[in-house]
């Protein structure tokens, strides 16, 4: 840069050393005549030189403002990626903290949900211990109450079997007398003895028809025993099926005391009716037993199903709030992809553009060496033909803008000379 410059003073101390007597420029613009005439004896080597030099420092200024508009569009695609990195970590802030919040929130939801599970489930105790309690004290009330059935039965049972042994023993005694009297009256006549056989025989046939139907009575209390005792095993144990079973029994009893109290085959019936009565008791004993098992094996299972389903839940709604956050982080991925895709086509499209400038500037230089290059043919021609000048009119009127800068120079130079030296004075 100092030898261009150092050049450039010399062209200027040659161009006033070949002008130092001319004088300034007039305001008007002179015709070409005029300039050949002022110009002619201009050493235009020099002006040749200057007007390099000057070319040359306008391509220097074109290539300072070139990289100073480059370091400008640098400049801001810098302060552009450092918003948008600002942005995205500001975003990323948010994301953070937002993440942070509903992690928070779900924590202190599943906090809430757990305390509620507990309330229910200290609730659900209270109510299993209230009705556990309800239904031992209504289980002892019906124990009672069957304890109470079966103790009136027992009493009626023995009552009837004091009758019964009573009843026999009166039938015994009736027998031998009748025994007795038969004797006698066989003994008077053989009319009374024919009397008597007949007798003996309708009584036999009368004690025939008593076993026949105590026979089918036994039969018909079999069969009601087997039906009660199905009905028991299939239905649910209640209330009102141990009163309608003891009903049954009730009316087994009133059948058996209504029985004639000379059938032969009651003691059995008795021992029979007795052995039903233990059997029914053992079986709702044991249908009760196995009741409040199923019950209870049922809460379980139910709140077994309500815990499944509650930690169910819970998973599902962990995947859910994982997936949602996977999903955030894909198209965070993908807005940071598609932010650099468009940086790197807009980098493409300034470079295109500078591109497209550098090659306009270029074809802009080679079509004006072009033209200064057939500007010169041109002169050198006209120099041939005006061999009397040094410089054509052509070159005259083609630099005439360059001669007037030269002389605004030389004027201003001219002008700046004495006040240097008054200074220095």
């Not at 994301?95 to 609730?123: F, G, H, M, P, T």
Request: aromatic share 2%; glycine share 0%.
């Amino acid at each position: 840069m100092a030898s261009t410059i150092e050049a450039s003073e010399d062209i200027h101390v040659e161009l006033g050393t070949c002008a130092k007597d001319e004088v300034a420029a007039p305001p008007h613009r002179k015709t070409t005549q005029d300039l050949t005439e002022e110009f002619k004896d201009l050493n235009w080597a020099k002006v040749d030189e200057f007007n390099s030099f000057k070319a040359k420092l306008e391509e220097e200024a074109r290539e300072e403002d070139r990289l100073r508009k480059q370091k400008q569009l640098r400049d801001a695609l810098e302060d552009q990626l450092r918003e948008q990195k600002l942005a995205k970590e500001l975003q990323k802030r948010e994301i953070l903290e937002s993440a942070k919040e509903l992690q928070k929130d779900l924590e202190l939801w599943k906090k809430q949900e757990r305390e509620k599970e507990e309330k229910a489930y200290v609730k659900m105790l209270l109510q299993k211990e209230v009705l556990d309690a309800q239904m031992q004290e209504r289980q002892k009330l019906q124990e009672e109450t069957i304890a109470e059935q079966l103790r009136e039965s027992r009493e009626v049972l023995e009552q009837v079997s004091r009758d019964l042994e009573l009843e026999k023993r009166r039938a015994q005694k009736a027998k031998v007398q009748k025994a007795r009297a038969m004797q006698e009256i066989l003994e008077v006549t053989a009319a009374e003895r024919r009397l008597a056989e007949a007798r003996a025989k309708k009584e036999q046939e009368e004690d025939m028809r008593l076993l026949k139907l105590s026979v089918q009575l036994e039969k018909e209390a079999a069969e009601r025993v087997k039906q009660e005792r199905q009905t028991l095993l299939n239905l649910h144990q209640s209330r009102a099926d141990r009163i309608a079973m003891l009903t049954s029994v009730d009316k087994a009893r009133s059948t058996i005391t209504r029985i004639p109290i000379y059938a032969p085959r009651q003691r059995g019936i008795l021992v029979q009716l007795k052995g039903v009565v233990t059997i029914l008791q053992k079986e709702l004993a044991t249908q009760s037993a196995l009741k409040r098992d199923a019950a209870d094996q049922a809460r379980r299972q139910a709140m077994e199903k309500e815990a499944m389903a509650r930690k169910k839940a819970e998973q599902l709604e962990v995947h859910e709030f994982l997936k949602l956050q996977r999903k955030e982080k894909e198209q965070q991925k993908e807005l940071e992809r598609q932010e650099r895709h468009q940086l790197q086509k807009l980098q493409e499209l300034d470079a295109q553009e500078y591109k497209a400038k550098e090659e306009l500037a270029q074809r802009n230089r080679r079509a004006l060496l072009k033209s200064q290059q057939e500007l010169l043919v041109k002169q050198m021609e006209e120099r041939k033909l005006n061999k009397d000048i040094l410089v054509s009119q052509t070159e005259m009127k083609l630099n005439r803008r360059l001669l007037e800068e030269v002389n605004d120079y030389l004027l201003h130079k001219t002008q700046a000379a004495p006040a240097v030296e008054s200074d220095e004075v």
